[in-house]
């Protein structure tokens, strides 16, 4: 019932994912000797209504109380813990197999005990061990069998009935929760994945592909004049990058990139690449021109602990959907030109197409 699923190369010498590996008899101990345990009740009762001789009852305790502790001393001394561990699992299934014939195959509690240790092969996730599974099961019914003569009495009467309940119940309740937990866990990575997939690592920005997507929707929804686009450079970061470094360099992007994005509201920030950063925001010319301002100033007002002496400040290129038609890259254009006529009036200011 732990899911270890067979992980390409890179993930395989990942050093915490071969501890989980190494690991992985101390988790599955509590489950195998709760499952053992409780699978081999009707096994028992079974023995008792076919007054089977002692060595059965011998084997049939070992496998239900002695076999799970076993299997965690054999994997815990072993220097390759989780092979070892994946004998135990196979090993498992040939002592649930030699039960079968020692219960002259009673059909519930055979039915039972092979369909449990082979649906907790299969949700294991290890390539290849099911298949193994089948054959150590097989092997076990062989061995019991030669050992019994084939005895056959499938009938299964009420206690053996009541016997099987407890696996059935608290085995499958079990299998549901370990499902339920994975498939959160799976939404949850799946979620961060996705975040982590659009995002700059850097800044905290949307990246550029991510941006364009939703700059493109904006476009395509927003009336003309009523969306604009701040298109954002640093001054003369070559030069903060020379004088103090680039790890100072990062600092000055991500302070610079939480000023826009305390100044987003429902826009999009993006970066675009190097020191380029982007806003696209559901807003007339005027709105645009004071958010402008508000980041300018906030540029501006930054301070750092590194560069105590360092200051900066940012060009603002302006564009609304209306100066820019219809497409993305129009917008963009119109935006970088309002830019570079920011930067060629001296820079630290923000500036709308002449
Ligand atoms: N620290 C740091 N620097 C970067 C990063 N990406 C790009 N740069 C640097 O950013 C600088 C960009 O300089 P430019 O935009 O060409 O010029 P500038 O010095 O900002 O001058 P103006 O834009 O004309 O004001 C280059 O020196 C790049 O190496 C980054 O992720 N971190």
Redesign the pocket.
Known sequence: MTTVSTAPQAVRNDPVHKHHLQTLYRRVWGLRALGMGLGSLAPLVVLHELKSPVAAWAWVIFVGYGWPHLAYVLAARSRDAYRAEQRNLVFDTVLAGSCVPLMHFNVLPSVVLLTMVMADRLSAGIRGLWHRGLIGMLAGVLLGGMATGFAFAPQTRMPVVLACLPILVIHTLAVSLNSYALVRRTQQQNILLKKLSRTDA?TGLVNRGHWEQAATTLLATVPAGEASLLMM???????I?DDYG?LV??DV?QAVSGVVLCHAGAGIAGRLG??ELVLAVTADAATAAAIAEDIRAGVEALRFVHAPALRCSVSIGLATNGTAGGSLRVWLDAADQALYRA?AQG?NRASAPA
């Open positions: 850097l450079d640093l001054d003369a970061f070559k030069q990058n680039h360099g990062d992007l190097g020191d930067k820079r």
